[in-house]
């Protein structure tokens, strides 16, 4: 019973890596790109490393396994922001099919300020509509 959980578990933490893989070169652009990579290797390796745990049966290896998930899962989705935000202060451009910008009228280029408040970002819109207004 325990080789039919670990030939599942390794399975399906090999078919999650390959997505994250496909994912890379399929994708469009960088932030789905890190979307899918963090998503699908994350879970790729906790079961990887569940299958490695049922497999050595041992309680030092499944503490260690346990560890190495949990500081995985805590990681790496704070290096997929990390890498994203940067992604996005540097420039890069997002996705013709991505429809939704939240950033666009929060973040100043040149202070580097990000505004929060979203009477502010209102009050920006409503100055930037009076302008194009004026301008049609």
Not at 94 to 111: A, C, E, H
């Amino acid at each position: 019973m325990t080789d039919v959980l670990i030939y599942i578990f390794a399975t399906l933490g090999t078919l999650f890596a390959l997505l994250a893989a496909i994912g890379i070169i399929r994708m469009p652009d960088t932030y789905l790109r890190i979307s899918v990579n963090t998503k699908a290797a994350t879970l790729g390796v906790g079961l990887l490393l569940g299958a490695a745990a049922v497999y050595f049966y041992d309680f030092s290896v499944t503490t260690r396994v346990q560890a190495i998930v949990i500081f995985i899962l805590l990681t790496a989705p704070v290096g997929a922001h990390l890498i994203g935000r940067t992604s996005y202060f540097l420039g890069n451009k997002l996705w013709d099919g991505s429809v939704i910008d939240d950033l666009k009228d929060r973040y100043n280029k040149s202070t580097h300020e990000l505004k929060s408040d979203p009477e502010q970002v209102e009050e920006n819109n409503s100055k930037q509509d009076s302008k194009t207004d004026r301008n049609a």
